[in-house]
T-cell receptor, first 110, second 116 residues
């Protein structure tokens, strides 16, 4: 079957850097996306990787290695408002459906 | 620009009943996709509509159905509700659709369904 694996919870300190990993097993691959969801809120798009390498958007960066079926989201200069759940999603088949990880809850301590 | 609007935000039903949820996409977006979110399970894809046509369907039973109107508004229906259908139902709109490349999805805040 097709699946994405990401840690269920990560804890970090305000001002620090944290990395959230995502490994995938899918029949095909058409790109890896990251979304952020605050408690009670809607998921919001953060970044997309279609090719290997690093994509940077402000304090957030996302990396992809297709040969390793692996990606990560890097959050720098953590702020309390970054406390949220982070989901990776892969377009993994010819129907271009998005397959989602179960989410990583990021807890930030002062 | 108004965001994605879902109604109702909260609802409580009993087993065996049916429910209809509504989603109004961002103006100009022709793709609407629906997801079920339960704690610890991430988002499960239900279906996608583009220009009134269902383009993709996830692995859900036939009790789950949907449609899209000419103004791109979409509804999903769940018949013969079961306790396990309790979840947050999210819809997302995009300009390109799931088959159109990496176009980001814009989500509504969801309809939280509780089945008793």
């Amino acid at each position: 079957g097709q699946s994405l694996e990401q840690p269920s919870e990560v804890t970090a300190v305000e001002g620090a850097i944290v990395q959230i990993n995502c490994t995938y097993q899918t029949s095909g691959f058409y790109g890896l996306s990251w979304y952020q969801q605050h408690d009670g809120g809607a998921p919001t798009f953060l970044s997309y990787n279609g090719l290997d390498g690093l994509e940077e958007t402000g304090r957030f960066s996302s990396f992809l290695s297709r040969s390793d079926s692996y990606g990560y989201l890097l959050l720098q200069e953590l702020q309390m408002k970054d406390s949220a759940s982070y989901f990776c999603a892969v377009r993994g088949d010819s129907n271009y459906q998005l397959i989602w990880g179960a989410g990583t809850k990021l807890i930030i301590k002062p | 620009k108004a965001g994605v609007t879902q109604t109702p935000r909260y609802l409580i039903k009993t087993r065996g009943q049916q429910v209809t949820l509504s989603c109004s996409p961002i103006s100009g977006h022709r793709s609407v996709s629906w997801y079920q979110q339960t704690p610890g399970q991430g988002l499960q894809f239900l279906f996608e509509y583009f220009s009134e046509t269902q383009r993709n369907k996830g692995n859900f039973p036939g009790r789950f159905s949907g449609r899209q109107f000419s103004n791109s508004r979409s509804e999903m229906n769940v018949s013969t509700l079961e306790l396990g259908d309790s979840a947050l139902y999210l819809c997302a709109s995009s300009s390109k659709g799931l088959a159109g490349g990496p176009g980001e999805l814009f989500f509504g805040e969801g309809s939280r369904l509780t089945v008793l």
